[in-house]
């Protein structure tokens, strides 16, 4: 199994990325996906989540008018639309994937940041200067 994060880079304030997490070795359509990042010096925090089915996600407040997570299983890659990028945005991002059968819909929805996810991507660098 893997999930490779990229399109990560440098962006100006104001500006935008487009990440993509790609998944082999399972089936995406089985699987809830998360977004988060560690910024340097703090701890990791959740980004945005996108459910198996349903079309259910959910983005953190400090992004969610800025940020759009969707998923696309015909080419098993879930994306991260950022927008409007400020400097507190940069660190680096990973994507992490949870078997659907794990925890209920209604589970997942509640606390998509805290589920314990089975897999996990190495991370792409987003740097955005000022």
Same mark, same amino acid.
């Given at each position: ?10 962006a100006?304030? +104001? ?8 998944v ?5 359509? *089985? ?11 703090k701890?990791?925090? +959740? ?8 079309? %259910? ?5 400090p992004?969610?008018?800025?940020? !759009? ?19 507190? *945005? ?6 992490a ?11 997942y ?5 805290t589920?314990?996810? *089975?897999? %996990?991507?190495?991370?792409?660098q987003? !740097?955005?200067?000022?």
């Amino acid at each position: 199994v893997q999930l490779q994060a990229s399109g990560g880079g440098l962006a100006q304030s +104001g500006g935008s990325l487009r990440l993509s997490c790609a998944v082999s070795g399972l089936t995406l359509d *089985d699987y809830h996906i998360g977004w988060f990042r560690r910024a340097p010096g703090k701890e990791r925090e +959740g980004v945005s989540c996108a459910a198996r089915s349903g079309g %259910w996600t959910y983005t953190a407040d400090p992004m969610k008018d800025r940020f !759009t997570i969707s998923r696309d299983s015909a080419k098993s890659t879930v994306y991260l639309q950022m927008n409007s990028l400020k400097p507190e *945005d940069t660190a680096v991002y990973y994507c992490a994937a949870v078997r659907f059968r794990r925890y209920s819909s209604r589970d997942y929805n509640s606390r998509c940041f805290t589920v314990g996810y *089975d897999y %996990w991507g190495r991370g792409t660098q987003v !740097t955005v200067s000022s």
